[in-house]
Each structure stands twice: as structure tokens, then as C-alpha cells.
């Protein structure tokens, strides 16, 4: 009942389009989702996050979409670059719980 | 300036030895983890510490043992290195533990042949 799932594994778009990134959830008690960001031989920072009484977070090109009722959430990342090509981790947590991590995803955006 | 420093940056090891790495943090947080990335696991939460309190451990290996001598220091000791054990371990910190995201260091990369 721990799990976070992310899907797909990896994802190629070209230049331009919007990327989607999903999440899953399975502990209704979650309430907190942070979304990483991990470029190759760094350590995750931490990109965009929501709290379950809302159902959409903006910051510039990325959004959260939260459905508490599906415990699913996607981020979209609008007008790819190839700068964003990275891995984006979906992570969870609520109470004193620790976050639970999902297993990422590998973004390539092709120019 | 990084926030998180950890060191060192790579380390090579050779197998039943032991190494620590370090982590200091600057931010003046309250909650320290340990983290490990390799090729088979993205991402593997091992501990979390609290006021320097081990709080959470989710790593059965006992050769694997924290230890902080300072609120703001959280270093890893790993006796009877294995090659499984080869893997970049990331040291985070957050204000308190809890629904907060914690900020990562980047990270010690550990080769033991």
C-alpha cells in the first residue's frame, strides 16, 4: 500500500510538444507530491510539488494534474526543450510518513 | 555555494574494506537522509535522521550504519564493501521530517572492486 508508480519508464517527444509524466498512488493517506528533476550526474532537485487539497499546481512550462479520487497525478511539461531532458521522479508522502519514491522516468526531447 | 557538501565527490574501494562518507549541511535543517541510486534501483531510501535521531531505516544490511556527531553532520559507514555495494549515495535534508521535499547534496559515487 506503499507504492508510487510512474509510467512510463522512459518518453521521447520532439522539441516543441508537451510531455506527459505519470504517477500513481496507492495509500489514501498521501497527501503531499513532490516532483523531482535528476540530470545525469547530479542529485535530485526538487522541480514543482502539490498538496492534495488541489487538483492542479502551475510554475511556468510544468503542471500538476491531481485526481484524489483516481490517486493518480501527471505532470506536463508544455513546450519541451532539450534542456529539460532528464530523469523526473514522482515522490509521496503524508503525515510523518517518509516519502515514497516511484521509480522515474527518462525524458529525452529531441530537437 | 552547495548547502549539502559530501565527500568526497568519487571513491574507489576495494572489496571488505571499509569507507564512510561524509555529509554536512548548512541550511540549518532538522532532518538528514541517506539515500542510494544505482542502475538496478532509481532511487532507494535507506535512512532518516531527526534532532539526530535515527528515525527511519529501511536498509536490512547492518554494515551499513549512520552516525551524527553534529546536528548538522550525518556521515555513512559501510563495513565489508561488496561490489553490490557500488552505487552513488546521496546525502538530503529537510526543515523537519514530514510532508516536506527534502534539498539533495550531489552525491558521493562509490566503485568497490
Known amino acids: 500500500q506503499q507504492q508510487v508508480r510512474q509510467s512510463p519508464q522512459s518518453l521521447t517527444v520532439w522539441e516543441g510538444e508537451t510531455a506527459i509524466l505519470n504517477c500513481s498512488y496507492e495509500?489514501?493517506?498521501?497527501?503531499?507530491f513532490p516532483w523531482y528533476q535528476q540530470f545525469p550526474g547530479e542529485g535530485p532537485a526538487l522541480l514543482i510539488s502539490?498538496?492534495?487539497v488541489s487538483n492542479k499546481k502551475e510554475d511556468g512550462r510544468f503542471t500538476i494534474f491531481f485526481n484524489k479520487r483516481e490517486k493518480k497525478l501527471s505532470l506536463h511539461i508544455a513546450d519541451s526543450q532539450p534542456g529539460d531532458s532528464a530523469t523526473y521522479f514522482c515522490?509521496?508522502?503524508?503525515?510523518?510518513?517518509?516519502?515514497?519514491w516511484g521509480s522515474g522516468t527518462k525524458l529525452i526531447i529531441k530537437p | 555555494d552547495p548547502k549539502i557538501i559530501q565527500k568526497p565527490k568519487y571513491l574507489v574501494a576495494v572489496t571488505g574494506s571499509e569507507k564512510i562518507l561524509i555529509c554536512e549541511q548548512y541550511l540549518g535543517h532538522n532532518a538528514m537522509y541517506w539515500y542510494r541510486q544505482s542502475a538496478k534501483k532509481p532511487l532507494e531510501f535507506m535512512f532518516s535522521?531527526?534532532?539526530?535521531?535515527?528515525?527511519d531505516n529501511q536498509t536490512a544490511s547492518s554494515r551499513f550504519q549512520p552516525q551524527s556527531s553534529k546536528k548538522n553532520h550525518l556521515d555513512l559507514q559501510i563495513t565489508a564493501l561488496k561490489p553490490d555495494d557500488s552505487a552513488t549515495y546521496f546525502c538530503?535534508?529537510?526543515?523537519?521530517?514530514?510532508?516536506?521535499?527534502?534539498?539533495f547534496g550531489e552525491g558521493t559515487r562509490l566503485s568497490v572492486l
Open positions: 502539490i498538496l492534495s
Open positions: 515522490a509521496a508522502s503524508g503525515g510523518n510518513y517518509q516519502l515514497i
Open positions: 535522521y531527526s534532532y539526530q535521531k535515527l528515525m
Open positions: 495509500n489514501s493517506a498521501f497527501d503531499y
Open positions: 538530503a535534508s529537510s526543515q523537519d521530517r514530514g510532508n516536506q521535499a527534502p534539498l
